[in-house]
């Protein structure tokens, strides 16, 4: 242990930053020898770019990569394509005037076979003897991504990258190549991207988490599986059958055909001489998940004012909440009970001294703590949204002594725990570290995908992104302004 933990790092990435694809935000990470690695996160967390950083197969903007390993093999699905492209590209066919095969599977595993490797065994722990002599665009997918394998070992590396070795293989293979993965371990460090962790062999020594192009946590493995974070991080994936209830009598909003949820209609908005907002014309219909971006000072808020009722001016515009004109009667508990609201601003204000079951109930209420008698049928009610949102076990936890990411997640239970039918997200993700944001966004994404509500979402991280959002409103610069008029003009997409 002790040679471990003086021994030089095998690989070294410090100070990345994320940029919308092209790395992930790796603050400082290393891969000592005696590791053995496995990469997670969902789709497009950025586990193969993770990988390929890793591998030294892309250049860093910023932040600094260093490796002692002369030669580290990497299997990728983009390596297999680029394979691919190259075997497509020279094909002779045409010339030969019958269908040329490309390489076989022997000549692709031998191109740069390792002075005094013998490839034998590998052709034989890989169990592609059957196919040694098939052109390689007539391989399955399977047959196509053991021999990938292969070609990386003949190679002779001193480090494996593999990123998602499973995908197209079937289920016996699948066996067997976890056994073979755990056999070259013994010989040199490896690194698995996984999408399953059913995959995740007993070598592993050590887990990376991702999520939208940052490494949010690492480690070692039993120190990574038995932290809070990871465990409800994994336990957000859970799919649930079950919605958690609603009050008696509780009737969700359901919209006609063709008609909207809100709309605006030429709707402007200014102080003194300064316009926000200017002739806005906005409809947000049945089904529809909405992103609003811009800078700060834009007119976010505001918007979302005019929306929840807590802007003066939106009684002066002609503005649709449900089907009815805002300003026509109606009470505000007759708007608040379809719409559901969680901001950085109430988060700030929600500062008494309250357990969580008890903020959770404070929504059935619109209030900051709870000042009416409450049910048996209410706290059941928040008993079930505690454990949809796996905090069941901090039912009397102090709000202040939650973490950020469990207070914004409890907020957000406590805007749904009335079911409206809107839910409004403004900042959920602000101060939040990026495991406890990863924790924010799943929950999101659960709330759109399973219906619960349709959600919209305001951020000014123009790299803040659910994949739930099926339209965007975005206050960009207007570099020429009209005199009086608004700085940022706003586009529909």
């Not at 359901?254 to 949820?261: E, R, S, T």
């Not at 959600?455 to 992104?465: K, M, N, P, Q």
């Amino acid at each position: 242990m002790s040679d471990q933990l003086t021994a030089s790092p095998l690989v070294t990435l410090e100070g990345i930053s994320g940029n919308a694809g092209h790395a992930v935000g790796v603050r400082s990470f290393a891969i000592l020898p005696g590791e053995h690695w496995a990469v997670v996160g969902g789709n497009g967390s950025g586990k193969t770019t993770f990988a390929r950083m890793l591998a030294g197969e892309m250049s860093l903007a910023g932040g600094h990569r260093v490796a002692r390993c002369g030669r580290i093999g990497m299997v990728s699905f983009e390596g297999e394509q680029a394979l691919l492209e190259r075997e497509i590209y020279e094909d002779d066919s045409e010339a030969l005037d019958c269908v040329d095969q490309g390489r076989t599977t022997h000549e692709l595993i031998t191109e740069h076979l390792a002075v005094g490797t013998p490839v034998e065994p590998i052709i034989e722990a890989l169990q592609l003897g059957d196919f040694l002599h098939t052109g390689f665009r007539l391989l399955s997918t399977g047959e196509r991504r053991r021999m990938m394998i292969a070609r990386a070992l003949s190679q002779a590396p001193e480090m494996l990258v593999l990123d998602e070795p499973y995908d197209g293989l079937d289920r016996e293979f699948v066996g067997h190549l976890k056994s073979l993965i755990d056999e070259i371990s013994r010989r040199i460090p490896t690194v698995v991207v996984l999408n399953r962790m059913s995959h995740m062999g007993e070598h592993v020594t050590h887990l990376a988490c991702l999520h939208q192009m940052d490494l949010v946590l690492e480690g070692p493995r039993e120190e990574v599986e038995q932290s809070k974070l990871w465990q409800q991080l994994q336990a957000m994936h859970t799919v649930v059958s079950v919605l958690p209830g609603a009050l008696p009598g509780t009737e969700s909003h359901h919209a006609p055909a063709g008609q909207p949820v809100v709309e605006m209609r030429s709707v402007s908005v200014g102080y003194q001489s300064k316009q926000i907002i200017a002739g806005l014309d906005w409809k947000i219909m049945p089904g529809e998940h909405w992103k609003i971006s811009g800078a700060n000072g834009s007119g976010k808020s505001t918007l979302v004012n005019l929306i929840s009722g807590d802007h003066p001016q939106c009684y002066s515009n002609e503005i649709y909440l449900f089907g009815a004109r805002r300003g026509t009667g109606e009470s505000i508990w007759e708007v608040k009970h379809h719409m559901g609201l969680m901001s950085t601003a109430l988060h700030q204000q929600y500062r008494v001294t309250v357990n969580a079951e008890t903020v959770l109930l404070s929504g059935f209420f619109d209030s900051i703590g709870v000042y009416q008698g409450v049910s048996g049928e209410h706290k059941r009610i928040a008993a079930e949204w505690l454990a949809f949102i796996h905090l069941e076990h901090h039912r009397s936890t102090h709000f202040q002594r939650l973490s950020f990411g469990q207070q914004r997640m409890l907020l957000i239970a406590r805007a749904l725990i009335k079911r409206p039918h809107l839910l409004i997200l403004d900042e959920p993700c602000q101060g939040l570290d990026p495991m406890n944001r990863a924790l924010v966004i799943q929950m999101i994404e659960k709330i759109a995908a399973m219906g619960i509500a349709q959600v919209l979402y305001i951020s000014h991280d123009a790299e803040d992104r659910l994949d739930c959002v099926t339209h965007r409103l975005d206050f960009v610069r207007d570099e020429n302004p009209a005199d009086s008029g608004p700085p940022y003009r706003i586009e529909l997409s």
